[in-house]
C-alpha cells in the first residue's frame, strides 16, 4: 500500500514539473506549403506579417527561403539573388483587376514605369491574379535569373521571365522603399 502511494506521489510531482515546461513551449511553425515543398526543398520560413489597412485585415504573408538562403542577405538587400517564395492568405475577398492595379502602384514607388511597361505588366497580373476570397492563397516563386512563377491555392498558374519585374513584384514587400516599412524587417527576420 505505501508503495503505490509512494508511485501516485512520484507521478503527481512529475506532472507538476512538466506541466509549466509543457505551457511554455513556442507556438508551433506554420505548415509548410505545397508549392514551397516542392519549389524549394527544405525551406525555412524568414519571416511573417500582416496587412491591415484603415484597421481592416487584407491579408497575413510569409516569406520562405531555401536552405541555402543567407540569413544575413536581409542587412545587404541582395535578396533578388536567392530562390524564395513569398506567400500571400487573404482575409476577405477582393477582385484580381484590384490587386493587379493596387500592385503596379507599388511597384512604382521605385520610379515610373514606362506607359507601354505599365500596361504590359497590368494586363499580366489581371490575367494572373484571380478574384479572392478569405481563405485564399496567392504564392510568388522567385528563381533568380530565370522566372517569377505564380500560384493559386498552391496550383501552378502564370509564369513571367522579366528580371525587372521581379525586381519591382518584390519590391512591394522586401525593398527600402516598401509603403510597408515594418512589415518588410518582419519578412527579412530583421529585429521588428
Known sequence: ??????????????????????????????????????????????????????????YDVQLWVAPSHPAEVAAREDYLRHAFMLELVYARGLEGRKIAERSIEEMERAGRLPPTQSQSWLAFMAQAFPNVEAGTRLSALH?????????????????????????????????????????????LGIGA
Do not use: Y
Not at 507538476?16 to 511554455?24: D, E, Q, T
Not at 522579366?162 to 518584390?170: G, K, N, Y
Open 1 to 58: 500500500m505505501e508503495r503505490r502511494h509512494c508511485l501516485h506521489l512520484l507521478a503527481g510531482a512529475a506532472s507538476l514539473a512538466l506541466a509549466p515546461a509543457l505551457r511554455a513551449q513556442p507556438a508551433p511553425l506554420p505548415a509548410t506549403p505545397t508549392e514551397v515543398q516542392a519549389e524549394l526543398p527544405g525551406a525555412r520560413l524568414q519571416g511573417s506579417g500582416r496587412l491591415r489597412f484603415f484597421g481592416l485585415h487584407i
Open 143 to 187: 528563381r533568380p535569373a530565370e522566372a517569377v512563377r505564380f500560384f493559386v491555392n498552391g496550383n501552378a498558374g502564370a509564369e513571367i521571365r522579366d528580371a525587372e519585374f521581379a525586381r519591382r513584384f518584390f519590391g512591394i514587400w522586401l525593398a527600402p522603399q516598401t509603403s510597408e516599412p515594418k512589415m518588410r524587417l518582419q519578412l
